[in-house]
């Protein structure tokens, strides 16, 4: 497979209109709220979008080299939301300026990494890894659509053929 970097582009501005859309949503309930346990995998809206912040932490330090601060898997990082949202955003922001400096030549080789949850070291393919990132965001997202809904909150449209900057063709 020959990697596109202008699919990891597009996938990174998808990453931020979702990120903006699920905390616009989620700021419709309260504290209280957003951190009860609703039975899903990270229990609450709170702890899924902390938990989507880590695994970007955790993926993006391992492209960059860049240090984010992690408590562990399941482990919130952010207890305030304010701050979650702020420091969610901003990853939004250093993953949109790494999209936008990929190569072909760097998205093919591989990638070296131990795996937190058991300390195995894997080898993959970059593009693989970075796709996973993404994969791994909508996954979680679509939890929390699902979390938000039954908490009576429309996220609305999700589709990426519906970002408004697509659209703007229309």
């Given at each position: 497979m020959?990697?596109?970097p202008?699919?990891?582009?597009?996938?990174?501005?998808?990453?931020?209109w979702m990120?903006?859309?699920?905390?616009?949503?989620?700021?419709?309930?309260s504290?209280?709220?957003?951190?009860e346990?609703?039975?899903?995998?990270?229990?609450?809206?709170?702890?899924t979008?902390?938990?989507?912040?880590?695994?970007?932490?955790?993926?993006m330090?391992?492209?960059?080299?860049?240090?984010?601060?992690?408590?562990?898997?399941?482990?919130?990082?952010?207890?305030?939301?304010?701050?979650?949202?702020a420091?969610?955003?901003s990853?939004?922001?250093?993953?949109?300026?790494?999209?936008?400096?990929l190569?072909?030549?760097?998205?093919a080789?591989?990638?070296?990494?131990?795996?937190?949850?058991?300390?195995?070291?894997?080898?993959?393919?970059?593009?693989?890894?970075?796709l996973?990132?993404?994969?791994?965001?909508?996954?979680?997202?679509g939890?929390?659509?699902?979390?938000?809904?039954?908490?009576?909150i429309?996220?609305?449209?999700?589709?990426?053929?519906?970002m408004?900057?697509?659209?703007?063709?229309?």
């Open positions: 020959q990697p596109d202008a699919l990891f582009q597009r996938m990174a501005a998808y990453n931020t990120t903006d859309k699920a905390y616009t949503a989620a700021g419709e309930l504290d209280s709220e957003r951190k346990d609703r039975g899903a995998f990270f229990k609450s809206v709170h702890s979008l902390n938990h989507i912040l880590f695994a970007d932490r955790v993926w330090g391992r492209f960059t080299g860049r240090t984010y601060e992690t408590r562990g898997m399941g482990v919130d990082i952010f207890d305030e939301f304010d701050e979650l949202q420091a969610h955003l990853m939004c922001d250093d993953i949109a300026a790494f999209a936008g400096q190569t072909p030549d760097w998205l080789e591989p990638m070296t990494w131990a795996r937190s949850t058991d300390g195995v070291s894997r080898e993959r393919p970059r593009w693989l890894l970075v996973h990132m993404f994969n791994h965001q909508t996954h979680h997202r939890q929390l659509s699902t979390l938000l809904t039954q908490a009576g429309d996220i609305g449209v999700t589709d990426l053929p519906f408004p900057d697509l659209l703007a063709g229309d």
